[in-house]
Every structure is written in C-alpha cells, then in structure tokens.
C-alpha cells in the first residue's frame, strides 16, 4: 500500500510498456501515482492529502496535449518539476515544453534521461534538509572531514575534475580520499554517493 505522507511522482502515460518500464525506474525515488490520460491526472492532482515531487508527461494522450497539462503543473498553485516525453516527429513542442518551464526528452525514454531529471529534482530541495541527510550519511559511513566535503562538493555540482582545484590538493591525493570514500560507503563512483544523499533529504 502507498503511503499518502510521502513525496509522490505523478506519471500521465497511456502506453502500458512504456509506463511500466518507467514506474520501475521511478521506484527508487518515489513512490509514482499512474494516470492514463489529462483527467485521470488532474484527479490525481485533487487528492488533498497526496504530496507531489515531480511529474513525467506524455505529449500525446487519448484527451489532449500532454503539453497542455504540463504548463499547469510548473504554473500556479502546482510549480512542480516537469518532464514532458515527445516523439522525435514532434521536436517543435519540445522548444514549446522549454519555453514553458518544463524539461523534455524524446522518446524512447533512456533510464540515464530519468535518473538526470530527478537528480536535478533532488538538487533542488531546500539546503538544511541536504545537509542533515549528508550529516547522517556521513556519520553512518564513518567518512572523514575531507571525504565529506568531497560528497557536498559534488552535491553541488562541482565536476570530479575540478575537485582538486577546489580542495587545494593533488590530483593523486583527491583520487585516493575518492577511493576511500567509495570505499567505506560501498557505491560504484562519487553521482551514486551523491544520489543516495539526495534520496535521503527527500525522505526526511
């Protein structure tokens, strides 16, 4: 059963393959509430208990424009992260979906243009929550104060080979704190470090 109290991604897509392939790939982030069409959307939308992180919309729906339904989710009262899917036949509403807010790929949908949309929703939580996520990962992997600041670092962006720039310190040395890191966390490489900070501020 989804929890109501939890940050929920609405996802308006009529195709079922698509929609699943997409669920699974959201799963890791949020719990997703399907809609199949701009009415089911918008009646999900009118849940007043039901909290919103983000939404993923296609353009073509059986009722409409998806990209109708896409202004009003980044407008008033909504403003929620959107991200329009469109065939590549129709990349003039993709310059239509930017211009009104929302981010857009083109179909077929990559899991890495997923993970890069929610990553860049996560970014965008407010700082003290990021850091009291960071504070306890921190804590909990046992990573120094360097290592730490490595993480907070790339949290905010800051690419790995500008890394040592930023901490006045080799190359090699930011490697090995890197290593270590990596290390004592268990994560494959410093974004996925990053993602799991960044899932844990939405959880708080």
């Given at each position: 059963m989804v929890r109501e109290d939890m940050d929920h991604v609405l996802l308006v897509e009529d195709s079922h393959s698509v929609a699943a392939?997409?669920?699974?790939?959201?799963?890791?982030?949020?719990?997703?509430?399907?809609?199949?069409?701009?009415r089911e959307g918008l009646a999900e939308l009118r849940v007043p208990e039901r909290r919103w992180l983000?939404?993923?919309?296609?353009?073509?729906?059986?009722?409409?424009?998806?990209?109708d339904l896409a202004r009003r989710l980044v407008g008033d009262p909504h403003r929620m992260p959107t991200l329009v899917i469109t065939?590549?036949?129709?990349r003039?509403?993709?310059n239509d979906a930017h211009a009104s807010g929302a981010h857009f790929v083109f179909k077929p949908v990559r899991l890495a243009d997923v993970e890069a949309f929610m990553d860049r929703v996560y970014g965008a939580q407010p700082t003290a929550r990021v850091a009291a996520a960071l504070e306890k990962y921190a804590a909990d992997a046992n990573l120094s104060v360097r290592?730490?600041?490595?993480?907070?670092?790339?949290i905010d962006g800051v690419a790995r080979g500008e890394l040592s720039a930023h901490l006045d310190r080799s190359g090699s040395t930011?490697?090995?704190?890197?290593?270590?890191?990596?290390n004592k966390t268990g994560a494959a490489d410093l974004p996925a470090v990053v993602r799991e900070v960044l899932e844990a501020a939405m959880k708080r």
């Open positions: 392939s997409l669920t699974r790939a959201l799963a890791r982030y949020a719990p997703v509430r399907r809609a199949t069409c701009i983000a939404a993923i919309v296609d353009i073509g729906l059986p009722d409409g424009s998806g990209l065939g590549a036949e129709e003039h509403l993709a290592e730490r600041e490595i993480v907070q670092l790339a930011v490697k090995t704190q890197i290593r270590s890191l990596l």
